[in-house]
Nanobody
Framework: QVPLVESGGGLVQAGGSLRLSCAPS????????MGWFRQAPGKEREFVAG????????YYSDSLKGRFIISRDYAKNTVYLQMDSLKPEDTAVYYC????????????????WGQGTQVTVSS
């Protein structure tokens, strides 16, 4: 069973917006920090944004800060990624992941992953 399930991906025109959601499946991650990563074809998995267990602290990739916003609804046990002013280079599979290492931007420090959701931005 996949521990995390992402949704909200799709095809959008450049300049548009999408909101991704990540919810647990079969267990809770309320005590974990959560992160979003993305991976484009032929490229390494890249950190996008992270949030601590309570949702009170967020952190971002320097290159994406300002266009993407991560948030967490503790009651719903759901993490969101609001993506605005999308560009074709944002096209990738977006993954949600959980870690006990708050602040980490390193994929191998995340213990649980979703299967990913495809985001495609057309020019």
């Amino acid at each position: 069973q996949v521990p995390l399930v992402e949704s909200g991906g799709g095809l959008v025109q450049a300049g548009g917006s999408l909101r991704l959601s990540c919810a647990p499946s079969g267990r809770t991650f309320r005590n974990y920090a959560m992160g979003w990563f993305r991976q484009a074809p032929g490229k390494e998995r890249e950190f996008v944004a992270g949030v601590n267990w309570s949702g009170g602290t967020t952190y971002y990739s320097d290159s994406l800060k300002g266009r993407f916003i991560i948030s967490r609804d503790y009651a719903k046990n759901t993490v969101y990624l609001q993506m605005d002013s999308l560009k074709p280079e944002d096209t990738a599979v977006y993954y949600c992941a959980a870690t006990r290492n708050t602040g980490s931007q390193i994929p191998w420090e995340y213990d649980y992953w979703g299967q990913g959701t495809q985001v495609t931005v057309s020019s």
